[in-house]
């Protein structure tokens, strides 16, 4: 099976821009993770997707949204980028049932840089 | 927020030494787990041990979780270069809830 692919890999962009990042789970899985890592505040959890509905979501200003699709693809969108929005994005996916229910499974990252 | 915190933050070894990581969390936890990370990429799943077991092997990995400290340790035995990275511990609360990281370990095994 592939494994998590996200796109796009680096992006740069400045201040009050938006972007959208996108993630392909591993064929089968339905629930898609989002995570922020930065040097200073480390791996921070912004939301969880599965099957089209959020079920968890962290605690991120509303700048910060997602969507998932019904082929289990999902989208994370920023508005009004900050500074402090520079960090590598990390999309993770999980399998619905089986004996790794609760691995997730990480994809390379976006790292965005904003200016 | 941070649940599980990693001791040490930096760790170096020479190649063929035993590695020896801690993570301590606060809360009450339906599993726990550790990831690798290389130089800024994805993570990778290493082990997952639940609230329920006390040790777990995986290759040159064994973890061990101690409920009652709120604590768990991953040894990698007879480390290589190649197992040079981050490590992270992470939990979670219950089946559905989001995993919570900790801060990692940089590993730097030295040949």
């Known amino acids: 099976k592939a494994g998590v692919t996200q796109t796009p890999r680096y992006l740069i962009k400045t201040r009050g821009q938006q972007v959208t990042l996108s993630c392909s789970p591993i064929?089968?899985?339905?629930?898609v993770s989002w995570y922020q890592q930065t040097p200073g505040q480390g791996l921070q959890f912004l939301f969880e997707y599965f099957s089209e509905t959020q079920r968890n979501k962290g605690n991120f200003p509303g700048r910060f949204s997602g969507r998932q699709f019904s082929n289990s693809r999902s989208e994370m969108n920023v508005s009004t980028l900050e500074l402090g929005d520079s960090a590598l994005y990390l999309c993770a996916s999980s399998s619905p049932g089986g004996l790794r229910i609760n691995e997730q499974f990480f994809g390379p990252g976006t790292r965005l840089t904003v200016l | 927020s941070q649940q599980g915190e990693e001791d040490p933050q930096a760790l170096s070894i020479q190649e063929g030494e035993n590695a020896t990581m801690n993570c301590s969390y606060k809360t009450s936890i339906n599993n726990l787990q550790w990831y690798r990370q290389n130089s800024g990429r994805g993570l990778v799943h290493l082990i997952l041990?639940?609230?329920?077991?006390r040790e777990k092997h995986s290759g040159r990995l064994r973890v061990t979780l101690d409920t009652s400290k709120k604590s768990s340790s991953l040894l990698i035995t007879a480390s290589r270069a190649a197992d040079t990275a981050s490590y992270f511990c992470?939990?979670?609360?219950?089946?559905?809830?989001?995993?919570?990281f900790g801060k990692g370990t940089r590993l730097s095994v030295i040949a």
């Open positions: 041990i639940r609230s329920n077991e």
């Open positions: 992470a939990t979670q609360n219950s089946g559905n809830t989001p995993l919570v």
């Open positions: 064929s089968g899985h339905r629930s």
